[in-house]
Nanobody, 120 residues
Framework: QVQLVESGGGLVQAGGSLRLSCAAS????????MGWFRQAPGKEREFVAG????????SYADSVKGRFTISRHNAKNTVYLQMNSLKPEDTATYYC?????????????WGQGTQVTVSS
């Protein structure tokens, strides 16, 4: 089993920034992808960003490209999401995910989520 604990969510004004963190623990973690998804009220969960095991490859949803940056620190089993120029439509619960494959394809584990609210 893998446990994922997110932190860093909160309330911010439009145009502001937040940095989300997610720490993974549990089974031996090696060669896996990490990423972020989000779910707004009344909407389906959607992909936000993913990063490969070595950090050499990352991908983003079109809606966040140029504003969000995903990174990871493997020694700490941690993934980060730097969110800049936040918009009210970024308001959602953000979930950390682990895919046991080298790239984010279909998550195997999920965190419990952290709320991000962007006020206009």
């Amino acid at each position: 089993q893998v446990q994922l604990v997110e932190s860093g969510g909160g309330l911010v004004q439009a145009g502001g920034s937040l940095r989300l963190s997610c720490a993974a623990s549990g089974r031996t973690l090696s060669g896996y992808a990490m990423g972020w998804f989000r779910q707004a009220p009344g909407k389906e969960r959607e992909f936000v960003a993913g990063i490969s095991w070595l950090g050499s490859s990352s991908s983003y949803a079109d809606s966040v490209k140029g504003r969000f940056t995903i990174s990871r620190h493997n020694a700490k089993n941690t993934v980060y999401l730097q969110m800049n120029s936040l918009k009210p439509e970024d308001t959602a619960t953000y979930y950390c995910a682990v895919d046991l494959r080298p790239t984010m394809t279909s998550p195997d584990y999920w965190g419990q989520g952290t709320q991000v609210t962007v006020s206009s």
